[in-house]
């Protein structure tokens, strides 16, 4: 079985122009890091040019489905029908997408099928975490 779930998306980003251009963007998770997912925008579609990828947690955008979520750099809310709103600050700005909630329900449940909500704790493995710290400190 494979550890990584990614899916394409279709984002909308919303700019000061009245057209909202679509940008492709991937969401990716990792059973090695359970609590966090990621979601990337390839370098055309970002202001540097490069790659740019942002992780925040599973539970952020699973509630940020049904009520606004996040007060931090990234905040997730629904927004009309079928859609949801991420918003990302940065120093250098704000970026806000929409992504249909329908594709982040999809998303969402192959992570739940990769690894149950409630029992991302079960995916670490202690003892080789404990003896990586102990090689790192000799």
């Not at 931090?72 to 949801?84: I, L, W």
């Not at 806000?96 to 995916?123: C, K, M, W, Y």
């Amino acid at each position: 079985m494979s550890t990584v779930i990614e899916q394409p998306v279709e984002a909308r980003l919303v700019a000061a122009a009245p057209r909202m251009p679509t940008i492709p963007a991937t969401l990716r998770y990792d059973r090695r890091d359970p609590f966090a997912v990621r979601m990337s925008f390839p370098g055309p579609a970002t202001l540097e040019g490069v790659e740019v990828c942002w992780t925040f947690s599973r539970e952020l955008l699973t509630a940020g489905l049904d009520a606004p979520e996040g007060y931090g750099d990234v905040r997730v809310r629904p927004y009309a029908y079928d859609r949801t709103v991420l918003e990302f600050r940065a120093p250098e700005g704000t970026a806000v997408v929409h992504v249909r909630s329908g594709e982040i329900r999809q998303f969402l449940q192959a992570t739940n099928d990769l690894v149950p909500t409630g029992l991302e704790h079960l995916q670490h493995d202690l003892d080789q975490g404990l003896a990586e710290l102990l090689r790192d400190a000799g």
